[in-house]
């Protein structure tokens, strides 16, 4: 059985209490992972705090729904069949290098980016991180965002 991480243990209502943003507009989340139930769970979560989100099983899938509508930020795991989050993050990077990253593998100890991995934050899924430092980085990296920083309060 896979870890779920930290996400499960959190009462998505404290987040949300804690995290309020004001806002004009609700941003576009895309989470790419193969493990459903930490989509279903990041999805709760991140749409509670106000975020538009779609999950994707692979990259492949990823690719297509960026054809639609490009997000305003990715969180992607790294270990996925078909298409992996290295290769994934590899076309994100050349194609579209304003798209923060937020990298997370239960493969990969540490807080430090596993060698090869093109993101801009990496966090350890089933780690030490409460589900408050996830939202955090999301919040941080978005902030430093040139297409709609300073908008985070």
Same mark, same amino acid.
């Given at each position: 059985?896979?870890?779920?991480?930290?996400?499960?243990?959190?009462?998505?209502?404290?987040?949300?209490?804690?995290?309020?943003? =004001?806002?004009?507009?609700?941003?576009?989340?895309?989470?790419?992972? *193969? *493990?459903?139930?930490?989509?279903?769970? =990041?999805?709760?979560?991140?749409? %509670?705090?106000?975020?538009?989100?779609?999950?994707?099983?692979?990259?492949?899938?990823?690719?297509?729904?960026?054809?639609?509508?490009?997000?305003?930020?990715?969180?992607? *795991?790294?270990?996925?069949?078909?298409?992996?989050?290295?290769?994934?993050?590899?076309?994100?990077?050349?194609?579209? #290098?304003?798209?923060?990253?937020?990298?997370?593998?239960?493969?990969?100890?540490?807080?430090?980016? #596993? %060698?090869?991995?093109? =993101?801009?934050?990496?966090?350890?899924?089933?780690?030490?991180?409460? #589900?408050?430092?996830?939202?955090?980085?999301?919040?941080?990296?978005?902030?430093?965002?040139?297409?709609? =920083?300073?908008?985070?309060?």
């Amino acid at each position: 059985m896979r870890q779920i991480g930290f996400l499960a243990a959190l009462p998505t209502s404290a987040v949300s209490r804690t995290y309020q943003m =004001a806002r004009t507009f609700e941003y576009r989340m895309l989470i790419v992972d *193969d *493990d459903a139930v930490f989509c279903e769970i =990041a999805d709760q979560l991140f749409s %509670t705090l106000g975020y538009t989100v779609r999950c994707a099983d692979d990259g492949f899938e990823a690719l297509a729904m960026m054809k639609e509508a490009l997000p305003d930020v990715i969180i992607c *795991d790294l270990n996925m069949p078909r298409m992996t989050g290295f290769e994934l993050l590899s076309i994100v990077r050349r194609r579209f #290098p304003h798209i923060p990253v937020v990298a997370m593998s239960g493969e990969y100890l540490g807080t430090e980016l #596993p %060698t090869g991995v093109l =993101a801009d934050a990496y966090l350890q899924k089933g780690g030490e991180h409460s #589900p408050q430092v996830l939202v955090q980085e999301i919040r941080d990296l978005l902030e430093k965002s040139p297409l709609r =920083a300073n908008i985070i309060k």
